[in-house]
């Protein structure tokens, strides 16, 4: 069975960090590149981040560069965001998505796996 398991989101307050893991079972986790996505309430599912499944290279959006950093280890078959700096308009629920595929995507359309989500609210 297919499974992405996301944890580390949690209430914090503006200019804090938190880190997300996405843990990975049921594929071949080598295979696979890993984006972040977030749905703030009200708003469409954008973007935040991927990474490509062999030379680990990663796409950022605009509005979380020089703050949020993506990586992951093989090892463990995770994923994660370390999340720093964080703003109120970060709040969101937080998806791990996988995509058989060397590069990775930010659009949601090309993920053939997504997890359950987890909640990030950052409070002013």
């Known amino acids: 069975e297919v499974q992405l398991v996301e944890s580390g989101g949690g209430l914090v307050q503006a200019g804090g960090s938190l880190r997300l893991s996405c843990t990975a079972s049921?594929?071949?986790?080598?295979?696979?590149?890993f984006g972040w996505f977030r749905r703030a309430p009200g708003k469409e599912r954008e973007g935040v981040s991927c990474?490509?499944?062999?030379?680990?290279?990663?796409w950022y959006a605009d509005f979380v560069k020089d703050r949020f950093s993506i990586s992951k280890d093989n090892a463990k078959n995770t994923v994660y965001l370390q999340m720093d700096s964080l703003k109120p308009e970060d709040t969101a629920v937080y998806y791990c998505?996988?995509?058989?595929?060397?590069?990775?995507?930010?659009?949601?359309?090309?993920?053939?796996?997504w997890g359950q989500g987890t909640q990030v609210t950052v409070s002013s």
């Open positions: 990474i490509s499944s062999s030379r680990g290279t990663n």
């Open positions: 049921g594929f071949t986790f080598d295979d696979y590149a």
């Open positions: 998505a996988a995509e058989k595929s060397n590069y990775c995507a930010a659009y949601g359309h090309y993920y053939d796996y």
